[in-house]
């Protein structure tokens, strides 16, 4: 037994499947965010910007040289909440 398709009937099946693959697609895709878990940042990752700067001169002039790096990372990491 062999059943034919009709053009609207195909159209139509294939809107059916691309809806619910699309619906499917944004609920995943929005998630609110009280159900995400929010992970603490940690100090190692925290002022990437900051620390990048203040390693390299603390490598290339030795920590002595570079007080005014070191306390702008110290203020930003406070500014996330860390205790230094």
Partial sequence: MSMML???TRSLTFCLKMSTVSAASVE???VPQST???KPLKPCCACPDTK???DACIIEKGAE???ELI?????C???LG???
Avoid: L, Q
């Fill in 77 to 79: 990491m406070r500014a």
């Fill in 71 to 75: 306390e702008a990372h110290k203020d």
């Fill in 65 to 67: 040289n570079c007080s």
């Fill in 36 to 38: 995400e878990e929010k």
């Fill in 6 to 8: 009709t053009g609207s």
């Fill in 82 to 84: 860390f205790k230094i």
């Fill in 28 to 30: 995943a895709a929005h």
């Fill in 52 to 54: 990048k700067v203040r």
